[in-house]
């Protein structure tokens, strides 16, 4: 399996600013996924964001809100725009290698104040 | 939208017992994979089934796929407090890449 990394691991943050999270991978993946683990709760699927096209999002979920980017194969970022206390989650990237298999980094734990 | 609803929700058992987590669905799934993830971790994949009535077994873990594709179930054997974590099912529907995921089974394993 690929080594999935994220920055930052966790972060505090005023309400109004925004947060750029980053994942990188050891190897050239095609297909990226964003989620979201809100406190106590399972995942869900923010967007799916593939290189040299735009993110696809999922219902729930806004560009302006949530702007990706996937510059190569091996690396996207995630922003948070404008932070509301409701926005404190656990943010993960994960990839599919294969045909099923897919996989997750650490997570960034965001706290908005 | 498919739905995945595992059970328990909760589950607190002392070490050496067994226990069995259930994952159902009304819909078919082209695969389905089961996680668990510690506090401050992300997801680690344990298993992916991909044919109906399959068996996988992971050490004292095994992982059963429904004959019709719609429902899972993961068993431990003799639960050790290393187990202790939250499992998290998760369903490919059979014409998207994406994962649907389980609702998630907190399983605590007291010593």
């Known amino acids: 399996s690929a080594v999935i990394s994220q920055k930052p691991s966790r972060d505090i943050c005023q309400r109004g600013t925004s947060l750029t999270i980053q994942c990188q991978v050891d190897s050239q993946v095609t297909m990226m996924f964003w989620y979201r683990q809100q406190p106590g709760q399972s995942l869900t699927l923010i967007a799916t964001a593939n290189q040299g096209s735009e993110a696809t999002y999922e219902s729930g979920f806004v560009i302006d809100k949530f702007p990706i980017s996937r510059p190569n194969l091996t690396f996207s970022t995630l922003t948070v725009s404008n932070m509301s206390p409701e926005d404190s989650s656990i943010y993960l990237c994960?990839?599919?290698?294969?045909?099923?298999?897919?996989?997750f980094g650490p997570g960034t734990r965001l706290t908005v104040t | 939208t498919q739905l995945l609803e595992q059970s328990p929700q909760f589950l607190s058992i002392q070490e050496g017992e067994n226990l069995t987590v259930y994952c159902n669905s009304s819909s078919v799934f082209s695969s389905l994979q089961w996680y668990r993830q510690e506090p401050g971790e992300g997801p680690v994949l344990l298993v992916t089934v991909v044919t109906g009535g399959e068996v996988k077994k992971l050490k004292r873990l095994t992982f059963q796929f429904g004959d019709a594709r719609k429902d899972s179930s993961l068993h431990i054997t003799a639960a050790q407090p290393g187990d202790t974590g939250l499992y998290l099912c998760a369903g490919a529907e059979d014409s998207s890449y994406k994962l649907i995921f389980g609702s998630g089974t907190r399983l605590l394993v007291r010593p």
């Open positions: 994960s990839l599919r290698t294969g045909t099923y298999e897919q996989y």
